[in-house]
């Protein structure tokens, strides 16, 4: 599906995987203007590779190439091959952005794009597992604010901290809350031990985040921990509990297949990463993204704390306001995402369309409960918008006119209608399920929706 998208939106890309020759492994890469090929398919040794962020001559020669073929202010794409993880751990973002003053996104491996921007956004963030908790959360709360257009859309965070780390980030939190008037809770540790009661096996950090958010999900979960590799899969290290104090009392590992369904509990469609650690630790991220995203649809990303934050924040400004991709500032963070979220939509023209909400807005002094709009003035933190008021329209999901309930089950419905949509190959069984999965989905989305 990734060479569908690549054919029917002609992107710009540099396709990689890997091969045997002999005994040693090569990274093969071919340039395409959609399905256009631009010259031959180059074969580069991976020991040639290294840790360099310097491309191999030839390599180089093909993203001259493309850079001279794509259209002006177009963003490079790279099209990773499923057993293409030792090409997929490259820091191509880095070295094609530096070479060329491009964007440079990974083509995502779903037809369909499950996400599009909201009124109210809600995201889970999980921050365990370092000393460096304080500086990631604050990039990232700060990156959050900073994305927001006119204070849309309404964002509301829970931070999930173990006891150890929650009483050094209140205070960051309180003040992130007062200066980028984001709604920003930290829920207490002690909750968790019932939450692991509930859910059993599952990861007491799931667990807790899960029955934090039932019935209601959330749009995107945020992990800022370390990663672990082992046998070629990547997971995430989590510490054992979130009633300890830190990585002292031992991780647990999160590979993908548990990983995959707590999502898919939540109705969430962004997932992001934030490293933690030494590289060697953030590569069993990187790797555990590889396998992601080939099982679920939806915008991935990886906020490598060595980019500027600017970055960030512009990435976040495209999922959350849809703004499109800004070609004057390149974006070189590992990210997948459908090529429909690069180019600005109508969510953007609702931010200043006329107010169908009246005096219905948000006050950000205390967390939201459900999804509807709550009645009375506003109180806000700092300057409001030209004539003193936000909007919402039609043109954004209309999932804040919905029950938490109705809206959960919507998410979950467009997710798994999307993940039909995958590269996977079939086989007649399989496509013929998929027929049905896809006629009870539709028969479901009938019934759930008013």
């Known amino acids: 599906m990734a060479m569908m998208l690549r054919n029917e939106n002609d992107l710009a890309t540099l396709r990689c995987g890997v091969r045997l020759s002999g005994d040693a492994p090569v990274i093969v890469t071919q340039a395409y203007i959609g399905a256009e090929v631009l010259g031959p398919e180059v074969l580069t040794p991976l020991s040639a590779m290294g840790g360099s962020h310097d491309l191999p001559e030839r390599i180089g020669a093909q993203v001259v190439a493309l850079d001279a073929e794509a259209a002006p202010g177009a963003p490079l794409w790279l099209q990773t091959d499923r057993n293409a993880l030792l090409a997929a751990l490259y820091p191509w973002e880095a070295v094609l952005a530096a070479r060329t003053g491009r964007s ?3 083509i995502p491996n779903f037809l369909k794009n499950p996400w599009r921007p909201k009124l109210r956004f809600r995201l889970a963030i999980c921050a365990t597992g370092s000393p460096d908790l304080h500086a990631a959360l604050s990039r990232t709360l700060t990156a959050l604010g900073t994305a927001r257009r006119d204070m849309l859309p309404l964002i509301e965070i829970t931070v999930f901290a173990d006891a150890g780390s929650r009483a050094s980030l209140s205070g960051l939190v309180d003040d992130l809350v007062r200066t980028k008037g984001v709604a920003i809770t930290l829920p207490d540790p002690d909750d968790s031990s019932e939450a692991a009661v509930v859910h059993g096996p599952l990861n ?39 009633l300890g104090r830190g990585a002292a009392d031992g991780v647990d590992f999160v590979e993908i297949d548990a990983l995959a369904a707590f999502y898919d509990r939540l109705g969430c469609a962004i997932m992001g990463f934030t490293p933690l650690g030494a590289a060697t630790r953030a590569k069993g991220i990187h790797r555990l993204v590889h396998e992601l995203a080939w099982l679920r649809p939806g915008p991935i990303l990886i906020d490598d704390s ?18 499109g991709l800004d070609a004057s500032a390149p974006m070189a963070l590992p990210c997948y995402l459908h090529p429909a979220l690069t180019v600005a939509s109508d969510a ?48 954004f999901s209309d999932e804040v006119r919905r029950s938490p309930a109705d809206a959960l089950k919507g ?16 086989s007649d069984l399989d496509q013929a399920r998929d027929r049905g999965a896809q006629a009870a989905l539709d028969f479901l989305e009938k019934v759930i929706k008013p």
């Open 104 to 106: 440079v996104l990974r």
């Open 306 to 323: 060595d980019r500027p934050m600017d970055m960030l924040a512009a990435l976040w400004r495209m999922l959350l306001v849809g703004e």
């Open 204 to 242: 007491p950090w799931l667990a807790w985040i899960a029955t934090h958010h039932a019935g209601a999900g959330v749009d995107a979960v945020q992990f800022l921990c370390p990663g672990f590799s082992a046998g070629g899969r990547g997971a995430l290290a989590l510490t054992q509990s979130p």
């Open 348 to 395: 953007t023209e609702a931010l200043h369309a006329p107010d169908v909400t009246g005096d219905r807005i948000l006050s950000f002094g205390a967390p939201m409960t459900d999804r509807t709009l709550p009645k009375g003035p506003i109180k806000w933190l700092f300057d409001p918008p030209e004539g003193g008021r936000t909007t919402g329209s039609a043109r």
């Open 411 to 426: 998410r979950i419905l467009d997710g798994q209608r999307a993940r039909l949509s995958s590269a996977t190959p079939r």
